[in-house]
């Protein structure tokens, strides 16, 4: 017997919303998390990328060949797992983004991540500005002496710089308060300087007489006696003065001694004035 | 006004390069035999005068004093050392030394005290021939010298004991202290021993009506 089934009451199947609805509704068009499985695979593949080819250089024996097969295995594993993550990632964020949104955890993520990326973007113009400039400060330099090799600077000046009003306008005062003197006068060749001079003209302009009068030769001649000791200096004088006979006596015995010693020494096997 | 003194250096020209040097054997024996014959003419002269003394005494019963070879050798050592030690002690050299151009200094060539002179004297008189030591001493210094703390060296200046020693030939040290005495040297010439020869000289013009 068949009782007759009432028909069936359909599911209602809400329409769930679209990756671009979703995007749309979040404000992103690639999940952050997505985003951040991206760069963590970039850094992993770089950073397996370095140790694989510092394993493989020229140095590598067969254990680095070794380890370095190793750990290129161990980083695809590790980016398969994170392009797998992505997806399963990106379904979570979807579903829980809304959720996430509303406490502003997320926007928080892609603010970094976009900040992140115009910073990376503005140094790299001032990278690029600082070569620009660099490059025409070069051209500038060039053209700059090229421009000079054109030019005779030296005819330049004396045909039109006025040397007469240049001169006026300097303090000659504070230049040569500036000068070293001595160091200028001790490269100065006095001897070539003195020999230029004309002495006897020089003299001859000199009025001795009238210098002698400014000059109390009484006192000169009383101090220059009370500086000496006459008579100590006439009692030497006196009695070091000695006749030719006493000198030539004097002379033969110090010559006599003088040989003596120089037979002596070389009797004695001595070195000749040595001391002791 | 400078008040540095102006200290005048006698030494001659010649002797400016040994001038304060030691003193070598044949100028010291020299030096010794001159005062050797200083001393006996001043006993001669001592005897002399004795005698005239008894001369003048004795009248015609004179006769010459005569005396014992110990007397004689007595006063001669004494004359010969009071001689030296008067000459070493006040001038620094005896009249042998004068004429040799010696001085005797002691070694810190300061000039020889009373004592030291004596005891020099004494030491020369007893054993005069120990001088010849002076040969083989490196110092060229006698027996006596060593004993005394004395040398003997050449100064031809007239300076007396008390002043520096002589001068060497490059004159005073050149870091000497600016208070020293400024020193000049003097050439001294020697004395003129004879009258100019003028055997050969021009004769002088005749005068008119002169034969």
Redesign the interface.
Known sequence: MMREMPDAEPIPIHELPSDDATSAATGHGVGAAERAVDLLAGIVSFGANMVVTALDGEDADERSAGLASVVAAGAGLLLEGLRAAGPVLGSVERTAGPAVANTGAAQSVGDLMDHWRTTWEERRGDDDQRAAEEDMRQVFQRTVDTVLDQLDLTSLVIEHLDIQRVASTLDMNALVAGLDMNALIANLDMDQLTDRIDMDRLTARIDVQALLDHVDMPAVAA?VID???LTQ?I?????????????D???R??E???L??RV?DKI?S?SEG??? | ?N????A?D???A??RA?NGAP?????RT?ANIVDLIVVGALLAAGYLGVAGLLFLRRGASFSFPVVSYPTAYAIGFAGWVVYMAIGWRTNGRTYGDH???LRVRTIGDGPLGAPRAVIRAVLCAIAPLLLIWV??S???RSVQDLLVRTHVI?D????RSDAPPGTPADGPPPDAPSGDPVRVR?D????V?DEPDDRHAEPLPRVDGER
């Open positions: 101090g500086e000496l000791d200096v009692r030497d004088v006196t009695v070091g003065t000695t006749s030719e006979g006493v000198r006596v004097r002379l015995a110090v006599a001694d003088r003596i010693r002596i004695l001595r040595s001391e002791g | 006004m008040t540095s003194r102006v005048f006698t030494v001659p010649e002797a040994f003193a070598g054997l044949v100028s020299l004429l040799l151009g040969a083989f490196k110092q060229q050449y031809w200046s007239g300076a003097v001294v010439a020697p004395s021993a």
